[in-house]
Protein backbone atom coordinates (compact mmCIF):
# COMPACT_ATOMS: atom_id res chain seq x y z
CA UNK A 1 0.00 0.00 0.00
CA UNK A 2 1.78 3.42 -1.30
CA UNK A 3 1.11 6.76 -0.26
CA UNK A 4 -2.13 8.25 -1.85
CA UNK A 5 -1.59 11.89 -2.15
CA UNK A 6 -4.66 13.30 0.33
CA UNK A 7 -3.32 10.64 2.70
CA UNK A 8 0.13 12.52 2.78
CA UNK A 9 -1.78 16.22 3.02
CA UNK A 10 -3.96 15.25 5.53
CA UNK A 11 -1.05 13.56 7.54
CA UNK A 12 0.94 16.61 7.33
CA UNK A 13 -1.97 18.95 7.78
CA UNK A 14 -2.30 16.81 11.63
CA UNK A 15 1.12 17.04 12.00
CA UNK A 16 1.06 21.00 11.29
CA UNK A 17 -1.66 21.05 13.54
CA UNK A 18 0.08 19.64 16.84
CA UNK A 19 3.43 21.22 16.28
CA UNK A 20 0.94 24.50 16.26
CA UNK A 21 -0.56 23.43 19.60
CA UNK A 22 2.23 22.87 21.00
CA UNK A 23 3.83 25.94 20.11
CA UNK A 24 0.39 28.30 21.50
CA UNK A 25 0.84 25.63 25.01
CA UNK A 26 4.17 26.82 25.11
CA UNK A 27 3.67 30.28 24.70
CA UNK A 28 0.51 30.23 27.34
CA UNK A 29 2.01 28.60 29.63
CA UNK A 30 1.05 29.77 33.05
CA UNK A 31 -0.99 32.69 31.91
CA UNK A 32 -4.19 31.31 30.27
CA UNK A 33 -7.36 31.59 32.01
CA UNK A 34 -10.42 29.31 32.19
CA UNK A 35 -11.77 30.19 29.23
CA UNK A 36 -8.36 30.09 27.39
CA UNK A 37 -7.97 26.51 28.84
CA UNK A 38 -11.18 25.23 27.66
CA UNK A 39 -11.47 26.82 24.48
CA UNK A 40 -8.08 24.68 24.26
CA UNK A 41 -9.63 21.59 24.80
CA UNK A 42 -12.61 21.71 22.81
CA UNK A 43 -10.18 22.23 19.94
CA UNK A 44 -8.45 19.55 20.89
CA UNK A 45 -10.81 17.43 20.95
CA UNK A 46 -12.45 18.49 17.46
CA UNK A 47 -8.62 16.88 16.23
CA UNK A 48 -9.37 14.27 17.46
CA UNK A 49 -12.59 14.04 15.88
CA UNK A 50 -11.37 14.99 12.82
CA UNK A 51 -8.60 12.70 12.83
CA UNK A 52 -10.76 9.83 13.65
CA UNK A 53 -13.26 10.59 10.80
CA UNK A 54 -10.45 10.94 8.35
CA UNK A 55 -9.00 7.68 8.95
CA UNK A 56 -13.03 6.19 8.64
CA UNK A 57 -13.58 8.03 5.28
CA UNK A 58 -10.02 6.33 3.69
CA UNK A 59 -11.42 3.17 4.74
CA UNK A 60 -15.10 3.97 3.45
CA UNK A 61 -16.75 2.27 0.37
CA UNK A 62 -20.22 2.86 0.93
CA UNK A 63 -21.32 6.03 -0.82
CA UNK A 64 -23.99 6.74 1.76
CA UNK A 65 -21.39 6.05 4.24
CA UNK A 66 -18.76 8.62 2.80
CA UNK A 67 -21.41 11.00 2.58
CA UNK A 68 -22.13 10.75 6.28
CA UNK A 69 -18.54 11.07 7.10
CA UNK A 70 -17.74 13.85 4.40
CA UNK A 71 -20.61 16.07 6.06
CA UNK A 72 -19.15 15.11 9.88
CA UNK A 73 -15.59 16.62 9.08
CA UNK A 74 -17.09 19.61 7.22
CA UNK A 75 -18.90 20.45 10.10
CA UNK A 76 -15.91 19.43 12.41
CA UNK A 77 -13.58 21.74 10.26
CA UNK A 78 -16.43 24.98 10.34
CA UNK A 79 -16.49 24.52 14.18
CA UNK A 80 -12.80 24.58 14.17
CA UNK A 81 -12.52 27.81 11.94
CA UNK A 82 -14.73 29.20 14.51
Known amino acids: MG ?3 DDLA ?3 EEVFERQQAAADARANRGTSSVEERA ?3 KFESLRLSRSRIMTQLAGATNPAHRTMLESALKSINDEMAE
Do not use: K, L, T, Y
Open 3 to 5: WDG
Open 10 to 12: GNM
Open 39 to 41: RSA
